[in-house]
């Protein structure tokens, strides 16, 4: 009887030979460039082994938490008190029902390219699964799974009030990913709960060391540029800014005071008050990104927090946020002109949360692209509810119809996990598929030097020319001799 293929094959998602051809002669051996992520630099410092499967692959994972949620599955099994085992089981019986959800692929994927397993995962094959993984996990701690994956960059999300000492001990360390982080300021902008904000104020003095602390919005200014250099220092050269929509009213210096003193005070800014203040304080942001040569990340659009029985229970980034159906290009425009007006507009990557948005935010980079560097305004990748294969092909299409597909940086994993690579994998296999019906359908020319040398530079050489971080040197560009 012939040997039944196995449901991840070499060919997975192609279904063209064209897309084959682009793929495993193109794509499939180029190194990852993973600019935005949530990996944990305390365990790259550390070079953390994972006690189990649990650990490792459902820790701090909101997409499996929804999964399970969804499957009826109770949070004891989720986020609760259930052991490592349990928790297993419960994700194991649920991949089945998650036909036609990404995390099918990427489950199948994650057990293929890192534990060799072709058996899909069910509750049936849970057992034999969780065993040969867990005897494998002593040889694939986080260093080995860097490596395995061929990722040359990690980018962390960083908080400016949070030091940089692991950061520090990696560069120390034989690692050849380069690991940099990046400037998260989020928490500058939460003049709207002074409870939050006063306490991270608290932080920020110390890491910042503020000898008299943060007590004016000067303070602050000077605390946030402290970190900025910081950062710098240790290598970062992206920010990275989480917002429901860009934040582009006037608001003056005078103004913004006024607003940091009231809550500095235990007063709520309202919601005016705090798009105008946050407003201020993203102007100075893309101005020092400028300055320094930094890449702005603007990841538009999810309505966060959105079950508050939950959220008082479990806290934020459990599972619990969405899309939004945010108004964009209007303030957008607004914020990106009043850089540009002055010649502070950095290098620029829009993400949007909500589809709608694609071919407003793909437009506006073409109104920003200044001549000074190829894409300097890039339409990010699918990110979070669209970094699916359909999501994928929605920006890839609203990109190369609007703008330069061959200019894109490509794909991130914005995950916090260190299995989570192969979402790259999903992503290049995606875009040689869609190219590869291209080609076959005579709409794309059926010249692999020209077609195959754009996908190769998307898959990685882009990122790499576009951000300028230094590289282990056999990821660099061979110099001419």
């Known amino acids: 009887m012939a040997k039944t293929r196995p449901f991840i094959h070499d060919d997975f998602l192609l279904t063209t030979k064209q897309a084959r051809k682009l793929y495993h002669e193109f794509a499939k051996d180029e190194p990852i460039y993973d600019y935005h992520c949530h990996l944990p630099p305390d365990l790259i410092a550390k070079n953390h ?20 949620r969804a499957n009826g599955v109770s949070e004891r099994f989720v986020t609760g008190d259930a052991s490592p085992r349990e928790k297993f089981q419960a994700w194991a019986e649920t991949v089945p029902h998650t036909i036609r ?24 094959s849970a057992e034999r699964i969780w065993k040969k993984a867990n005897a494998m996990l002593p040889k694939l701690r986080v260093h080995d799974l860097l490596a395995k994956s061929k990722v040359t960059v990690v980018c962390t999300t960083d908080d400016p009030a949070d030091p940089l000492d692991f950061h520090a001990k990696i560069k120390e360390s034989k690692l050849k990913t380069r690991v940099y982080p990046a400037f998260r300021p989020d928490k500058a902008l939460a ?9 991270w104020l608290e932080k920020l003095g110390g890491t910042a060391k503020m000898a008299n602390g943060i007590k ?29 929509h860009a934040l582009s009213e006037p608001c003056t210096h005078a103004q ?5 003193d009231a809550t500095r005070s235990g007063r709520a800014a309202s919601a005016e008050e705090a798009v105008r203040y946050g407003s201020y304080l993203m102007l100075e942001f893309g101005r020092w990104n400028a300055a320094k040569g930094w890449t702005l990340q603007l990841h538009l659009g999810a309505l966060r927090n959105n079950n508050a029985r939950l959220l008082g229970r ?8 969405s899309i939004g159906d945010f108004p964009q290009a209007a303030s957008l425009s607004r914020y990106l002109n009043q850089l540009d007006a002055s010649n502070q507009l950095p290098r620029t990557i829009l993400y949007n949360n909500n589809p709608n948005d694609n071919y407003p935010l793909a437009a506006m980079t073409g109104n920003f692209q200044d001549g000074t560097i190829p894409g300097k305004m890039q339409f990010g990748s699918g990110w979070w509810f669209l970094d699916q294969k359909e999501g994928m092909e929605w920006q890839i299409n609203a990109l190369s119809n609007i703008g330069l597909l061959s200019r894109f940086v490509g794909m991130i994993t914005d ?29 794309v020319p059926n010249d692999f030097k020209a077609v195959g040398e754009m996908v190769r530079n998307i898959c990685f050489r882009n990122a790499r020319d576009y951000f300028g971080l230094e590289l282990a040197p056999e990821f660099m560009p061979k110099k001419a001799k």
């Not at 004016?216 to 800014?241: I, M, N, V």
């Not at 479990?314 to 946020?321: H, R």
């Open 49 to 68: 082994e994972f006690a189990n499967l649990s650990e490792l692959w459902l820790g701090g994972d909101h997409y499996k938490w929804r999964a399970l």
């Open 314 to 321: 479990l806290g934020p980034d459990t599972g619990f946020d």
């Open 191 to 199: 003049v709207g709960n002074p409870a939050v904000f006063n306490a």
């Open 415 to 443: 995950s916090r996990s260190f299995v989570s690579y192969p979402r790259h994998e999903y992503f290049r296999r995606t875009l040689c598929n869609l190219i590869g019906g291209d080609m076959e359908r005579g709409e």
């Open 216 to 244: 004016t919005f000067d303070d602050l200014l000077s605390a946030l540029k402290r970190r900025h250099d910081d950062f710098h220092a240790a290598g970062g050269r992206l920010s990275d800014h989480g917002l429901e």
């Open 256 to 260: 913004a005071r006024m607003i940091f």
């Open 101 to 124: 959800n990404p995390l099918f692929h990427w489950t199948q994927l994650e057990l293929k390219r890192y534990f060799g397993v072709d058996e899909l995962l069910n509750g049936q």
